[in-house]
């Protein structure tokens, strides 16, 4: 069985404001086991997908958004999907940011530049582990 198996049929949505960001982590998913893949451009349209797209399995949350930054976006997703798992992507590296990430609903955190097979990894533990 692929160790990738886990996102057979899969939604993932990725909340980024920066093109080249979301193309980065759209090629890396892309090429997994048939996994979906949406873009929300800042915070408010995260929100809305979520409310909008029961299919959406997980969440990659850019922390630094116009509009509504990631923080207040996993917030209020959290607030009507509790079971949602969000995993924050930020270029700040610190551990006081991992713990805002955390307390603000992320179940995870990964420092950019994001590397393949720790994000994968990330993944397969949120998916698991909201199941």
Request: hydrophobic content about 45%; glycine content about 4%; proline content about 4%.
């Amino acid at each position: 069985m692929d160790k990738k198996a886990f996102l057979d049929g899969k939604t993932i949505l990725i909340a980024e404001d920066l093109d080249w960001n979301f193309k980065y982590l759209e090629v890396m998913l892309s090429k997994l086991n048939n996994a979906k893949v949406m873009w929300a451009k800042d915070g408010i349209e995260a929100v809305f997908k979520c409310k909008n797209h029961p299919e959406i399995d997980l969440v990659l949350m850019d922390i630094q958004m116009p509009e509504l930054d990631g923080y207040n976006a996993a917030r209020q997703i959290k607030e009507f999907r509790p079971e949602l798992p969000i995993i924050a992507h930020t270029a700040y590296a610190m551990y006081e940011e991992r713990e805002l990430c955390l307390s603000a609903g992320c179940c995870a955190y990964i420092a950019k530049p994001v590397r393949k097979d720790e994000l994968i990894e990330e993944i397969r533990m949120a998916l698991e582990n909201s199941n």
